[in-house]
């Protein structure tokens, strides 16, 4: 398992508090390899699947789709700053994911809805 702790400063002025960002090992299944993403520490975690053809395809997947929870969980908690800085480039474009892939890797519907 891959872990990180950043710090979320809210912009609200609310303390700041530490969130941790995992990413599980790589597990072999009947067809697939599977690997979780895990955002703690907001109000309502982050706990998500995401499923590859192969160990490397499910990490790269799971590396893809972390970004994009953190930017909504950001967002959903009114804004702030994370030190260090998680990703400092700009996100990949997913805008063109169907809404049932999007369903199950964890990614926010970009309608809104």
């Given at each position: 398992?891959?872990?990180?702790?950043?710090?979320?400063?809210?912009?609200?002025?609310?303390?700041?508090?530490?969130?941790?960002?995992?990413?599980?090992?790589?597990?072999r299944?009947?067809?697939?390899?599977?690997?979780?993403?895990?955002?703690?520490?907001?109000?309502?975690?982050?706990d998500?699947?995401?499923?590859?053809?192969?160990?490397?395809?499910?990490?790269?997947?799971?590396?893809?789709?972390?970004?994009?929870?953190?930017?909504?969980?950001?967002?959903?908690?009114?804004?702030?700053?994370?030190?260090?800085s998680?990703?400092?480039?700009?996100?990949?474009?997913?805008?063109?994911?169907?809404?049932?892939?999007?369903?199950?890797?964890?990614?926010?519907?970009?309608?809104?809805?």
């Open positions: 398992m891959q872990e990180l702790t950043v710090k979320f400063t809210p912009a609200s002025g609310d303390p700041p508090r530490n969130i941790t960002l995992r990413i599980g090992d790589p597990v299944k009947a067809q697939s390899w599977a690997a979780r993403v895990e955002i703690l520490g907001f109000d309502e975690p982050h998500a699947t995401t499923q590859g053809e192969d160990w490397a395809q499910v990490l790269e997947l799971a590396a893809m789709v972390l970004p994009y929870a953190l930017e909504s969980m950001v967002s959903a908690a009114g804004g702030g700053t994370l030190e260090p998680f990703y400092e480039r700009p996100p990949r474009d997913l805008s063109s994911v169907p809404p049932e892939i999007r369903a199950v890797l964890g990614l926010p519907d970009p309608a809104g809805s």
